[in-house]
């Protein structure tokens, strides 16, 4: 079994894809918008160019997303997408990229748990937790 995120945003999942692709150096492998969708004709015109499936390759793992349709959006909340790394330089280079301009709600430090943690949502909404165990 393999288990992979599904991210759900509100009109901006193109620019959330593509700054997470920057991120974390994986690889939009599939983009698909409503409007090369068959039931194109049944979307508003002003939903056209929004995503209705994108998935990043990161390797051995997906992250994929889409658009809610329009009225169905709602904020993320119970939940952090966490990420593991052994780097400590690349899950400080990972957590202050997606710090830019959103909100840490845990500063990127040592633990009793690990070497580096820290807790943020990002500016597209979405909570991600990041977790570095050990020093190399």
């Known amino acids: ?3 992979n995120s599904y991210l759900m945003f509100n009109g901006n999942c193109d620019a959330a894809f593509k700054f997470y692709e920057h991120c ?3 690889k939009i492998v599939t983009r698909m918008t ?3 969708a068959p039931s194109a004709e049944n979307v508003p015109s002003n939903w056209q160019d929004k995503i209705m499936h994108i998935c990043l390759d990161l390797g051995e793992r997906l992250l994929m997303g889409s658009d809610s349709p329009p009225g169905y959006f709602e904020s993320p ?3 952090y997408v966490q990420i593991s790394l052994d780097d400590p330089a690349e899950a ?9 301009n959103g909100t840490i709600r845990m500063p990127f430090e040592q633990t009793f748990w690990a070497f580096r943690f820290g807790m943020l949502v990002d500016q597209f909404g979405t909570p991600w937790m990041i977790n570095c165990e050990k020093a190399v």
């Open 92 to 100: 400080d280079r990972i957590f202050q990229a997606l710090a830019e």
């Open 77 to 79: 909340q119970g939940f």
């Open 1 to 3: 079994m393999q288990l």
């Open 24 to 26: 974390f150096g994986g």
């Open 34 to 36: 409503h409007q090369e």
